[in-house]
């Protein structure tokens, strides 16, 4: 087994950046979507969707870090073909490979289909894409370190954006708008509860970040932190949404969140009204960052799928795949709606979710691990 | 569209420029292939798409496979 172990010194995080990193990822593409997505299925009763969603998750990332704990020094493509032997381990390998490619260009459109349609329609999609992936690019090259201080910085300046922005609201919020409670039974509940489910999923990208952090006996901890905190800013997000619009309001708009920002009144502060500009720009830089991430996920797997020492030389290449990809893939942002809310969740389950559990348990049961004891 | 494509080809020229040399001068030559391999790949898609031609779309592979488990969740589940 004297190959596997980190490909060479890309330096070493701390479990809390680790968690900084988990949040800020699925946050910047939660709250914009989460809202609309769930309110569709479940209606009134989407913050109970998202109560489940938050258990589906805890148990999602419970699942990587027991996986990850078997092989403290290597990354799940690493480690595949140890578990199900050379070729099926080289195959599953490629899905998680492919998994992060995945999201990063659909992070592309969203990010070029929410900047078109709410904010400068006559610029091509095509441009923010490349803005947006030669920023990811530059910070790649940058390497793991600086992506996660960038993280940590950016992430403040969101949260206290969102809690600056749902205190605005709170007294807007109409609490009957969430009556009547379980209406139609659990089924639409459990129905709306897929797509958050799905994104407090990629919390799992820890099995690629594992092995480069320093105190790993705090990963179980702080993975469940960063779940705690995605719960308690997902249900800000749908119940400020619901609460002040209603359920049906909330699943017509592309994007609540937003919608929930520009409602802001406020006559004593008229300067605070209106607070989309201030969302936007935190917006991008967290659409940076998850990009960044699951760029760098995707392009370290790559170096460690083909064996190479180096996967800097990798990064152009995969971006201009990327891009050629995202462009390709859905033509308008009907189509890009339809598949964020019905396939995107589903596939990123099976990968995070099916996939992690299946290797956890043939580990398990072929007793292979590299952890000293 | 033969500006796209001739963007599309500059495109490509800058980053083997900024890459190759220094790929070469360290003599990393599993890295160069594979390199190249992307760099064919990234050139089919995207070229395949400027001039129109059919090249498989892997996103609607996965639709395809996808959206009817969604709707059969969505069947069980709904009132």
Known sequence: ?373 | MLLNVLLILTGFAVIIAIELPRLLRQKLYRETIAFFVLIAIGITLSLGQALQLPIPNVTKGIEAITRPLFKAIEKILSP
């Not at chain 1, 990968?351 to 580990?363: D, E, H, P, R």
């Open chain 1, 1 to 373: 087994m004297g190959e596997v172990g980190p490909m060479r010194e890309e330096g070493k995080i701390s479990a809390y950046q680790a968690m900084v990193y988990q949040v800020s990822i699925v946050l910047a593409t939660a709250i914009l979507f989460v809202p609309a997505i769930t309110a569709k299925h479940a209606k009134q009763d989407a913050w109970i969707s998202v109560i489940i969603a938050c258990f589906f998750g805890s148990l999602q990332v419970y699942t990587a870090v027991s996986l990850a704990r078997r092989f403290p020094d290597a990354s799940v493509v690493q480690y595949a073909p140890l578990i199900l032997g050379k070729v099926p381990g080289k195959v599953v390998g490629f899905v998680y490979l492919f998994y992060f490619f995945y999201v990063g260009y659909f992070v592309l459109q969203e990010f070029s289909a929410l900047m078109c349609s709410s904010y400068m329609p006559r610029t091509p999609p095509i441009v923010f894409m490349l803005v947006l992936s030669l920023l990811a690019v530059y910070a790649a090259y940058g390497g793991l370190e600086v992506i996660c201080r960038m993280s940590s910085i950016v992430l403040t300046v969101v949260l206290a954006t969102m809690v600056l922005v749902v205190l605005l609201i709170i007294k807007d919020i109409k609490i009957w708008r969430f009556l009547p409670a379980l209406e139609n039974g659990l089924g639409p509940i459990l129905l709306g509860a897929i797509p958050p489910g799905g994104w407090f999923g990629e919390t799992a990208v820890l099995l690629m970040l594992y092995p480069f952090i320093d105190n790993k006996e705090k990963v179980v901890k702080t993975s469940f932190l960063a779940i705690l905190i995605l719960f308690i800013a997902m249900e800000m997000v749908v119940i400020g949404a619901v609460g002040l619009v209603g359920p049906t309001e909330a699943a017509c708009f592309l994007f609540p969140t937003f919608n929930m920002a520009r409602l802001i009144k406020l006559e004593a502060l008229p300067i605070l009204e209106r607070q989309d500009a201030l969302f936007m720009m935190i917006w991008v830089a967290g659409m940076l960052i998850k990009l960044t991430t699951f760029f760098f996920a995707g392009v370290l797997g790559l170096a460690q799928w083909l064996n190479v020492k180096d996967y800097r030389p990798l990064i152009l290449p995969s971006m201009a795949i990327m891009m050629a990809l995202a462009v390709q893939a859905w033509e308008n942002i009907a189509e890009l709606f339809a598949f964020s809310g019905e396939v995107f969740p589903l596939t990123i389950i099976f990968v995070n979710f099916i996939i992690t559990i299946f290797l956890l348990i043939t580990a398990g049961i072929r007793h292979i691990s590299t952890r000293k004891a």
